[in-house]
Structure formats: structure tokens, C-alpha cells
DNA sequence: TTCCAGGCGTATC
DNA sequence: GATACGCATGGA
């Protein structure tokens, strides 16, 4: 990976990320973004560990990192080694999938921690993208930064009561209660295939199928995960009434991710 | 006031 | 296995 050094910052070139497209698609909760002399500035976390983010065209520029932080924690987060380029070729043969891609070129699946992925999609069911920011960022408050499911034990319904979380706070319990008994174990889940991993994860109360999908591929990088949720429905109903496009077999998830971010843009 | 939001658990057939 | 319904909260 090339790079150059500039005071405090590390900026290298990159081709096929937009910070506000991949930040802002409905995969992460807590970035937002921020005035600045650049284009795009963006302040939030991976896990407790925080991040400014600028970018001018196609030059991104990592605020106060090292380069061990980049190398070994931002580069896996933005997914800088895949090559997007190759994907979108191949999807661009279906219609849809080419305007989607069209409109929003710099989508790319981030390599979110699993944990924070497994809590936050508990959260994101029946809700909308505002109030699920909300709840995640009064859990930060409480734990300092958005904590390990270990840092959990000691929670219960009082604990979590300033989450405003309805009745997802129970769905939390379970998974807290399961992951520290050892029942779910979130790293066994690496070496799972989709349907395993999927089958594991339901096992916790609050996650169905469309929130498994969502942690596989958000948090596992499982980039044949498709999650079908009320929007990515009415894609399947409209645009692929006779099932999906060969042409994304490998790689659903990246190109569900293009198609929710463009019809919930555009509509259908 | 009613409807909806990156769904899921439960009951019922 | 399919379908209907309730669910906490808050914004439109």
C-alpha cells in the first residue's frame, strides 16, 4: 500500500472509495460528518478506537494516525485491498446493479468489528437510521466508546434504560448473557460458512435471518451475504422477479449494499 | 392522529 | 411453512 506522511497526516490515493457513500450507507451507525477545509471530513469509531477522515477526489487523508494504525487497523476497516474495480465491472452487466454502481461508485463493504456489528443490527430492527444512531451513541456514553460484549455482564433492563431502546433491550440482554456464557462464541463464527453462521447467530434472541445476514457481512466480511430487508424486498420484487443476477454470485452483499443505497435514494 | 422505520417472536392454521 | 399481529420509541 502506497503512502505519503504530511505532518500529522498519512495520505494516500484511492480509487473507488467515497468516505461520505461508504460511511453513510446504512452499514455503519457512528460516523458523522464534519465541516472542514477538505470535501469530506469524517470523525467516528471502530470500536473504542477513534478516527478523522478527509478526502479531496481521490486522495484520502488519515488525521493523528500511525502507520501501524493504518496498516494494521484502517486499511482492513476500509477494505483498501479488495479490488472494486473487478466487481464492478462484473456487476455492471446487469441494468439495476450499473445505475446503482453509477450512482454511487465509491461504496465499499467496511470490516466492522463483529460485536459492535452484532449490537448495533440487534438495534436497527424496526427502527429508523436517526434513532438507531441515537441509541448506539447513548451506549458509547455509558461504556466510554462502544464496549466488548464482556463489558456488558453486569447490565440489565435498569442499566439500559437511558437507551430509549424499547423492546430491543431484552434482545441485548440475551445476546450479552449468550456471549459471555460462552453459548455464542463470536470468533468460532470466522470459519463458519453463510448458512452456519447464520443458523449460530440466530440462536440469540432478536436476530433473525436479515440481522445474522446483516452481521455476516458487515463484521465477517461474508461477502455472499445478502440481507433482504423492507427496501432490498422491493429490489428482489421489481428488479429481479426471476431471481438475482449471476453475475453477483460471490459478492451479494457488495452488491446489495449499492442497490439499498440507491433505492433508498432514488426509490424504485 | 396515524403511519412508518435496515424485523423478530409468538400464536395459529 | 405460511400468515397475522404485537412490540417501544420518536419523527413525519
Not at 477538505?38 to 469509531?45: I, K, S
Request: some cysteine; proline content about 4%.
Amino acid at each position: 500500500m502506497e503512502y505519503f506522511i504530511k505532518g500529522n497526516d498519512i495520505i494516500l490515493k484511492r480509487e473507488d472509495l467515497d468516505l461520505r457513500q461508504t460511511l453513510d450507507c446504512g452499514q455503519a451507525f457512528r460516523w458523522e460528518e464534519i465541516p472542514s477545509a477538505y470535501e469530506q471530513t469524517f470523525t467516528g469509531y471502530r470500536g473504542k478506537m477513534p478516527l478523522t477522515v478527509s478526502q479531496d477526489h481521490d486522495r484520502i487523508i488519515f488525521h493523528d494516525t500511525s502507520e501501524d494504525d493504518l496498516r494494521d487497523i484502517w486499511a482492513g476497516y476500509f477494505d483498501l485491498e479488495t479490488d472494486y474495480s473487478a466487481l464492478k465491472e462484473r456487476f455492471s452487466e446487469d441494468e439495476h446493479l450499473k445505475r446503482a454502481i453509477e450512482f454511487a461508485p465509491g461504496i465499499r463493504i467496511l470490516r466492522q468489528l463483529p460485536e459492535e456489528t452484532l449490537i448495533s443490527f440487534i438495534i436497527s430492527q424496526n427502527n429508523n437510521i436517526p434513532r438507531i444512531k441515537g441509541i448506539i451513541n447513548r451506549l458509547c456514553e455509558i461504556y466510554g466508546g462502544f464496549p466488548e460484549i464482556s463489558e456488558m455482564g453486569e447490565s440489565d433492563e435498569d442499566t439500559l434504560s437511558p437507551l430509549r431502546a424499547g423492546f430491543r433491550t431484552k434482545y441485548l440482554l440475551d445476546c450479552v448473557q449468550k456471549v459471555n456464557s460462552g453459548e455464542v462464541s463470536t470468533d468460532s463464527i470466522y470459519d463458519m460458512s453463510l448458512e452456519e453462521g447464520s443458523e449460530y447467530l440466530k440462536q440469540i434472541k432478536g436476530v433473525g435471518e436479515k440481522v445474522a445476514k446483516c452481521v455476516l457481512l458487515f463484521g465477517y466480511h461474508k461477502m455472499d451475504a445478502y440481507p433482504i430487508d423492507v427496501w432490498i424486498k422491493r429490489v428482489n420484487e421489481q428488479y429481479y422477479p426471476h431471481g438475482l443476477p449471476g453475475c453477483i454470485k460471490g459478492f451479494e452483499g457488495a452488491a446489495q449494499q449499492y442497490l439499498f443505497y440507491y433505492i433508498r435514494s432514488n426509490g424504485v
